[in-house]
């Protein structure tokens, strides 16, 4: 079984950075797909980024592939989601998720997920 958890949320300021963290237990890195979603009050949780099992391809929410980068570290077995530029738009929980293979952009189809750390971006 694996487990994740995400780190590295908080309060910024907008055009302000942050980078969340993603840690894998339990199994290798190298065994998953691994993506990023992000909820914001009220709103369906939706598809930021992801990696393909092997890492040798990124997947990203077209909104937001200038913006926002995805990155691993096997050694570290850890993943993690470079934000810049961020927007008051961009507050949101967002999650860490798993899967044997990339499942596209429709969270429902992974299997593990992180509890999520917060971001807010205030105006």
């Known amino acids: 079984q694996v487990q994740l958890v995400e780190s590295g949320g908080g309060l910024v300021q907008a055009g302000g950075s942050l980078r969340l963290s993603c840690e894998v237990s339990?199994?290798?890195?190298?065994?998953?797909?691994m993506g990023w979603f992000r909820q914001a009050p009220g709103k369906e949780r939706e598809f930021v980024a992801a990696?393909?099992?092997?890492?040798?391809?990124?997947y990203y929410a077209d909104s937001l592939k200038t913006r926002f980068t995805i990155s691993r570290d096997n050694a570290k077995n850890t993943v993690y989601l470079q934000m810049n530029s961020l927007e008051p738009d961009d507050t949101a929980v967002y999650y860490c998720?798993?899967?044997?293979?990339?499942?596209?952009?429709?969270?429902?189809?992974?299997?593990?997920w992180g509890q999520g750390t917060q971001v807010t971006v205030s105006s």
């Open positions: 990696f393909s099992r092997s890492g040798g391809t990124t």
């Open positions: 339990g199994r290798p890195l190298s065994s998953y797909a």
């Open positions: 998720a798993a899967d044997r293979y990339y499942r596209g952009i429709i969270y429902t189809q992974y299997n593990y």
